[in-house]
């Protein structure tokens, strides 16, 4: 199977209520929206709950496209975490990683299909990511 995903996370206030939001299409191109809130939370783990709780949602072992505005995200499972893994889970500045249980799951999650990861610049032209976003800050709500 193949997916294109578009996630993003959204709080009022950092930390905060917060919400993520994400639109998935299979290989039909059929669209399915899903989004979520925490009450108290920080942006980052809401970005990173809406990748997770996307790649929850499909079959495992398929090929997936996400798609998001979040730098920490992309940076973080695209190259960051092979180093924090290395250092014990300890960043640059040999500190713990936050957020280390999420990047578990989406590590894993990631580890179950094959997983390719895009930056769109938020708040832009980009369609879906504006319409992730829109269903995030709904989630607040």
């Known amino acids: 199977m193949k997916y294109k995903i578009y996630t993003d ?4 206030g950092n930390p905060g209520p917060g919400g993520w939001g994400a639109v998935i299409f299979d290989h039909n191109d059929k669209q399915k929206n899903i989004s979520g809130s925490e009450k108290n939370t920080t942006n980052n783990r809401m970005e990173l709950l809406a990748a997770i709780m996307s790649l929850k949602k499909i079959k495992s072992n398929s ?10 995200v992309k940076n973080g499972i695209t190259e960051w975490m092979k180093n924090w893994k290395k250092n014990g889970w300890k960043n640059s500045n040999k500190r713990p990683v936050k957020n280390k249980d999420l990047w578990l799951k989406l590590d894993k999650l990631c580890e179950a299909n094959s997983v390719s990861w895009e930056w769109v610049k938020g708040h832009s032209t980009n369609e879906f990511n504006n319409l992730a976003d829109e269903l995030a800050t709904k989630a607040i709500k």
């Open 63 to 72: 090929k997936v496209v996400i798609f998001t505005d979040s730098t920490y």
């Open 9 to 12: 996370g959204a709080c009022s």
